[in-house]
Structure formats: structure tokens, C-alpha cells
């Protein structure tokens, strides 16, 4: 499964990218809008994230009537080889997406909430659909059995549109997508960090290095 960093903040996406622990990056517009509070302009800010990682970056159109969003697609595209094209579930995102396919250009169809959308989005060429499962926890819904579901369905046909978890809360719905077996997870670099942390993990090597410091006191390996 990859792992993505959902986040536009350039600290994180380098931290996170130096950890060797990202596959890819996922922004969307409120992401970079906070972003873009350091007085970085959007194509300095894509850009820079373009250049600092060699896999795919989903950047999003800001536009919701088709025309408007296959021109901002076309100029997206142009930032960077590995740019992504988000697109909306919508109907003229549905329009867009069949467009930009038939343009050999990468979408990664986003707020989805429903298997059906799901497969409507693979069904118009998009290389990802982004289900936002912590949206739909956030209303009590279980976000996570919609990824069960697109996994069922694109089993069924064959597609290789990825499944692309989004809106991720916790590491337990990163979990739970690799079980189910979803090709990608996006994670906010809060989430990333705790899944690499366990108490007994760090209560294992504080023992190993107080035992090691009764034979070395410096803590040095005499080598
Ligand atoms: O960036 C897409 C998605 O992961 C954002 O989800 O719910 O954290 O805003 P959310």
C-alpha cells in the first residue's frame, strides 16, 4: 500500500520524505490556502512540492463548471510531470474527467462518499478515487465500509482506477485500509507520526541502551 502525505506545508512534506515514509503527496484547496498564509504564491507552493518528490502530487481546480476546470487542469499538468489533477464528483467534474483522460492526463477524482461515485469516476478514466472516510465518521457513518465496497466492485470488473483513502483521522483507518487492500492511504503528517510510535517500543530500546551502558558507560560500541 502507499502511503501519501495529505498536507500542502513543504516542513512536513520534507520531514516526512527524509523519514523515507511517503509515497506521494495529496493538497487540496484549504491546504493550500493555509499554505499560502506564508505569503507563498500557489505555483510557488506546488511547484516546490512538485520538485521535492518523485511521486505523484494531487493538486486540486478551483473551478466547478467544466470548461473552466479542464483550462486550470491543463496549466496544473504543466507544473510538474508527477502533478495529479484533482477533479470534484460531480457531474461537470464527470464531463472533466472524460476530457482529461482522453488529454492522457492523471486525475484523482476527490469528495467522494459512495461506492456508486466510485465507480462512475473510474468509469470517466480516473487514475484515483478519494474517498473521504473521516467526513463520513464525522456523521456517524462507517467510513471505512465504503472502501470495502470499491474494493468489491473494482475487483468485480477488473479496474485499476486505485482506491485512494482520504480524510484520515487516525491510524486505525490506515489500518484498516491496508486490510481491506487499498492501494493508497493519504495521511496527515500528525497521523504518519503516530504510526510509527509504540510505548513498548520505546520502553524496549531505553532498556537496551541502559543495559548496554552498564558494560559501556560512554554508551559507545567499541568497535
Ligand atoms: O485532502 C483530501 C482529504 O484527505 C481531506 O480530508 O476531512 O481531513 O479535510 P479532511
Known amino acids: 500500500m502507499k502511503i501519501f502525505i495529505d498536507t500542502a506545508n513543504i516542513d ?11 509515497d506521494g503527496v495529496t493538497t487540496n484547496p484549504t491546504l493550500i490556502s493555509k499554505a499560502q ?8 507552493i506546488a511547484s ?3 520538485r521535492t518528490v518523485n511521486g505523484p502530487v494531487s ?40 476530457i482529461l483522460k482522453e488529454k492522457s492526463i492523471s486525475v484523482n477524482t476527490t469528495l467522494v462518499f459512495n461506492p456508486v461515485q466510485a465507480l462512475l469516476a473510474a468509469k470517466n478514466g480516473a ?39 482520504a480524510s484520515v483521522r487516525n491510524p486505525v483507518h490506515v489500518l484498516r485500509a491496508a486490510i481491506i487492500g487499498a492501494d493508497v492511504v493519504t495521511v496527515p503528517f500528525d497521523v ?27 554508551g559507545s560500541l567499541p568497535l
Open 59 to 98: 493538486l486540486e481546480v478551483v473551478s466547478e463548471k467544466s470548461d473552466e476546470m479542464v483550462q486550470q487542469a491543463l496549466k496544473l499538468h504543466n507544473l510538474g510531470s508527477n502533478a495529479v489533477i484533482k477533479i470534484p464528483m460531480t457531474l461537470e467534474g464527470l464531463k472533466t474527467m472524460k
Open 37 to 44: 498564509k506564508n505569503g507563498k504564491s500557489f505555483s510557488d
Open 12 to 22: 512536513e512534506i520534507r520531514e516526512a520524505n527524509d523519514y523515507g515514509l511517503i
Open 192 to 218: 504518519i507520526k503516530k504510526l510509527t510510535t509504540h510505548p513498548k517500543t520505546d520502553e524496549g530500546l531505553s532498556r537496551f541502551m541502559d543495559d548496554w551502558k552498564k558494560v559501556s558507560p560512554d
Open 127 to 165: 487514475s484515483y478515487v478519494s474517498p473521504f472516510v473521516g467526513r463520513l465518521d464525522d456523521i456517524g457513518e462507517d467510513g471505512m465500509s465504503i472502501i470495502n465496497q470499491i474494493k468489491t466492485i473494482f475487483t468485480n470488473y477488473n479496474i485499476s482506477t486505485e482506491i485512494l483513502v
Open 48 to 50: 516546490e512540492i512538485l
